[in-house]
């Protein structure tokens, strides 16, 4: 059993910066691939970064490549998305969310195993 807790949400003008934690427990957490995935109201959830377990590889979607930033502390059991010059369009439930199979930082929803409640973020133009 594996429990994430995302923080870190909250409401930004557009331009500003957030930076999203997620919390994991009940497992080892060097051995997860973890992502954050977003979905604003009425849409499909989206895949927005992805990181390896070691930290080796990393993807981004290309709505936020140059922007935001994944990174991982696997002492701190935790993982985070540090999101700059934010967007209206980027207003959504962002969510937390890891894989033991070796996905290799897979970009796909139906690779990934647990999931975080998820943590509003609203950009206000």
């Known amino acids: 059993q594996v429990q994430l807790v995302e923080s870190g949400g909250g409401l930004v003008q557009a331009g500003g910066s957030l930076r999203l934690s997620c919390a994991a427990s009940?497992?080892?957490?060097?051995?997860?691939?973890m992502a954050w995935f977003r979905q604003a109201p009425g849409e499909e959830r989206e895949f927005v970064a992805s990181v390896s377990r070691s930290g080796g590889r990393i993807y981004y979607a290309d709505s936020v490549k140059g922007r935001f930033s994944i990174s991982r502390e696997n002492a701190k059991n935790s993982v985070y998305l540090q999101m700059n010059s934010l967007k209206p369009e980027d207003t959504a439930v962002y969510f937390c969310a890891a894989v033991t199979s070796g996905a290799y930082a897979s970009r796909a929803e139906y690779d990934y195993d647990y999931w975080g409640q998820g943590t509003q973020v609203t950009v206000s133009s």
């Open positions: 009940g497992r080892t957490f060097s051995i997860f691939d």
